[in-house]
Structure formats: structure tokens, C-alpha cells
């Protein structure tokens, strides 16, 4: 990630509807320069509503968004792609109809790793090798934002590696990242930022560290209320909290040698401290099951 923290993307109240089906209710999100944003939400939540919307392809029926660079790629649906055509005559033919040079056209190439594979028939590739093409076509022209809709949806584990690699690097070059993803478990790895969308209404936007909350240290030690006296002074009274086998403490990973000093030194047997994160995933179903109880929204103007 860059330093600078001025936002590339900003949407207001950015609202779509089809007849009386809310597909985007007010969504106001950011995404900073640099960053590789993660748009999270289950299938038909409104991801790429907003994401076409943002790039202007689908008229918002209420709400503003901006964009802050000067050039945008994306890969929101399959690019139309001619099967009989070589990966590289097919990125010739956009470069050309686009004003980009040849030369474009190989850099993108190897930068998503398909420059040995550039005169292969577009047909023979694999899903995986497709959809980095598109990612390919989205490069050209080196833009400074560059979206993409799903982009491991479909691949097989080393697809989506390969494509989880690819969106890194992306950012490590400088280039800031959207895309959106259904996939929890992906978007905790290669993210630095996440809005949560769920029915059409942002839920959450924060960084991945954030909404995961802070650590815990889980303890088995015994006496077990001794031990819960000792964690209770170091961790708070609300930091502490009994589980099926033990205690966990919301202290970070570094605290685990002073609290089993602690614990030893209280004449406690230590037999076991480990160290746990909640993941996304929980997060997201505390979430999207809490939302069902929000209250009534106001209806749309
Ligand atoms: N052109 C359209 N006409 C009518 N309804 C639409 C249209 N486009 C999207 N919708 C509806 O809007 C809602 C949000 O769809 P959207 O495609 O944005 O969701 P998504 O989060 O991208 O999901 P997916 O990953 O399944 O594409 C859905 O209920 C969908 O059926």
C-alpha cells in the first residue's frame, strides 16, 4: 500500500432500483489510493450493481459516485473474447480499437503470466487462464484503479491462487484494487479494506484487522478460579471470558509469556496457552444475522 490516503472511489447514497426490487440501497463507501478494497457479499447482494454503476455502465437511480484517476480497467463480465483468435491477437485487437500500441499488449501479457501462452487459441485456454486474460485487458493502458467483478469465481484452487497472487502484485506495483468476491476466506488474505454488502445495504466498511476485532489469548490452567482471578487482573473483567476447556482473554498474541508468568508465579499449572484471531467468517455471520434485526429503513426518496 502507498501512503497517500486521498480516496480513488467515493459513492454517496448510491441507490439502484428495478421496479419495486431494491438492488442498492445508499451505499456510501470509500476506497483509498493504494489499496486492494474487498466488495464482500453473499450472491445477489447488489456487488455488481454497484460496481457497474461506479464505472457508468448502469444509471443510478439516486446517489452520486466518483472515481479519482484519470484511467479505470475492468473485468466485470466475461470481455467478449473471439475463441478462434490467439490470446494476444485477441488483447491486439482491443489494444488497436483503444489507441494502445502492440507493445501494451506483450507488457500485460507477462504481467499475468500468460506471455508463453500469447499465441495459444483463446478456446484452449483454461478458466483460469481466461479470466487472467481479462485481467490482462483491464491493464492496458497501466490504469491507476482497476476493478474486478468475482474474479476467482469458477477457477479451481490454483486458479484462484494464481489469481490471489496476481491482485497482490497488482497492489505491491502501486495499482489500487476493487473487487468483489463472495468468498470470505479470500478477501481475509489478499485484502487491505472491506465493505460488507448484504440485501442491497452496506453493513460495515473497515479494515480486515478491524473487523475481526482484537485477538485473544485462550488459557487451560488449573486451579481454573485462581486462574480466572489472575486473567481477570491482567485482561479486565469484561476481557475475560470461560470457554468449554478454558479461558480466553482479549490480550494480543505478545502477552501469552507475561500472563503464563503471572499464572506460574499465583502458584497456577499452566497447560496450554495458545493464540486465536476470529476469523472473517465468523464476523460475517454475526453480521449478516444481526442485520435481520436493524431497524426499518426510511423509505427511498
Ligand atoms: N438488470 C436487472 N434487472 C432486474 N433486477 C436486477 C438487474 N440486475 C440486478 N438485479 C437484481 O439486483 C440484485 C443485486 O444483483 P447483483 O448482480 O448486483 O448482485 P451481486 O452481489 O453481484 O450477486 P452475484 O454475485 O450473484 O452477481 C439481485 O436481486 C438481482 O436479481
Redesign the pocket.
Known amino acids: 500500500m502507498n501512503t497517500t490516503h486521498s480516496p480513488v472511489v467515493a459513492t454517496e447514497a448510491l441507490t ?1 432500483t ?2 419495486d ?1 431494491v ?2 440501497d445508499r451505499v456510501s463507501m470509500t476506497v483509498q489510493r493504494g489499496e486492494v478494497y474487498g466488495f464482500l ?12 454503476m461506479l464505472l457508468g455502465l ?1 444509471r443510478p437511480t439516486a446517489g452520486t459516485a466518483s472515481i479519482d484517476v484519470d484511467r479505470v480497467g475492468a473485468l466485470i463480465e466475461g470481455p467478449g473474447f473471439h475463441p478462434y483468435l490467439s490470446g494476444r491477437d485477441n488483447l491486439r485487437t482491443m489494444a488497436r480499437y483503444r489507441g494502445f500500441p502492440d507493445s501494451e499488449v506483450d507488457r500485460v501479457l507477462e504481467r499475468v503470466d500468460l506471455a508463453g501462452r500469447g499465441a495459444d487459441k483463446y478456446k484452449g485456454y483454461s478458466l483460469g487462464m481466461k479470466q487472467r486474460l481479462g485481467v490482462g485487458a483491464a491493464l492496458m493502458g497501466d490504469p491507476a484503479l482497476i476493478v474486478l ?2 474474479p476467482t ?1 469458477g477457477l479451481d484452487p490454483a486458479g484462484m491462487a494464481d489469481m490471489r497472487a496476481l491482485v497482490v502484485d497488482l497492489a505491491r506495483g502501486g495499482q489500487t484494487v476493487l473487487l ?1 468476491s ?1 468468498l470470505l476466506a479470500e478477501v481475509q488474505e489478499i485484502c487491505d479494506r472491506v465493505g460488507v ?1 448484504d440485501h ?1 445495504t452496506l453493513l460495515l466498511e473497515s479494515t480486515v484487522a478491524e473487523m475481526r476485532g482484537g485477538s485473544s489469548l485462550h488459557v487451560r490452567a488449573t486451579p481454573e478460579p485462581a486462574a480466572l482471578t489472575v486473567a481477570m487482573r491482567l485482561a479486565g473483567d469484561d476481557g475475560v471470558r470461560r470457554t468449554h476447556d478454558g479461558l480466553s482473554l482479549d490480550l494480543p498474541a505478545d502477552a501469552a509469556p507475561h500472563v503464563t508468568r503471572e499464572l506460574v508465579a499465583a502458584g497456577i499449572d499452566v497447560h496450554e496457552i495458545t493464540h486465536t484471531e476470529r476469523s472473517l467468517e465468523e464476523v460475517f455471520f454475526e453480521m449478516t444475522a444481526g442485520a435481520a434485526t436493524l431497524p426499518e429503513k426510511e423509505p427511498l426518496s
Open positions: 439502484k428495478y421496479g426490487r438492488a442498492v457479499g453473499p450472491n445477489g447482494a447488489g456487488k455488481t450493481t454497484t460496481l457497474r448502469v467483478d468475482e469465481n468483489s463472495h454488502i442491497g
